[in-house]
């Protein structure tokens, strides 16, 4: 056993050795060493005076684009649907172009179920819309949240596709 221990304590030993001497080889070979070669003095030339500064023109600021289409939510759900996530992506860039921004988040249902529940859901839809923006660094205290229910459709509640367009939250700028 103690031969095993001396064997593998001299060959740890023989790395350690050839791996610091291969560090030292590369770092000489990558350094060489510049040629002397001897520099004549240039002519001293009269000073010219130095042009006037340009003023730069800061850069355009590009404005933000605040029209976002409306975000869709499933039947008595306040979980997005999919294809809203693009337009959530696209509107977190926007609202980062504008640091002093604020923003009011309206929630609103379509017309099944009761008024105090649509009220409830519409916040909650608002509320979601909020955590996912807030989740892609945009700072809570921007956002205000508004709850409508179903008191402001967009369509008619008569049809199915009616409902799913009332179903929404939208993203407004407070001016």
């Known amino acids: 056993m103690k ?4 064997l593998s304590l001299s060959a740890l030993i023989c790395l350690l050795v050839v791996s610091l ?17 001897v520099q004549e003095k240039a002519p001293v030339e009269a000073a010219k005076p130095e042009p006037a500064p340009v003023a730069e023109k800061p850069a355009p600021v590009e404005k ?3 029209n976002f289409s409306n975000l869709q939510f499933e039947f008595n759900s306040a979980v997005l649907k999919t294809a809203s996530f693009q337009i959530l992506d ?5 609202i980062k172009k504008d640091p002093e ?9 379509s017309a099944e179920g009761t008024p105090e529940h649509n009220m409830s859901l519409s916040v ?4 979601s819309v909020k955590s996912y923006l807030v989740n892609t660094g945009i700072a809570a205290e921007k ?12 369509t008619s509640n008569s049809t199915e596709e009616g409902k799913a367009l009332n179903r929404r939250v939208e993203i407004k700028i407070n001016e």
């Open 90 to 94: 696209r509107a977190a860039i926007e």
């Open 124 to 127: 909650d839809r608002a509320n």
């Open 3 to 6: 031969t095993l221990k001396s």
């Open 64 to 66: 933000p684009d605040f």
């Open 143 to 154: 956002f205000t949240i508004k709850g409508f229910g179903s008191t402001v459709p967009l």
């Open 21 to 37: 001497y291969s560090c030292k080889t590369k770092k000489m070979v990558a350094k060489p060493t510049p040629p002397a070669t």
């Open 101 to 109: 921004v604020k923003i009011t988040l309206n929630g609103h249902s």
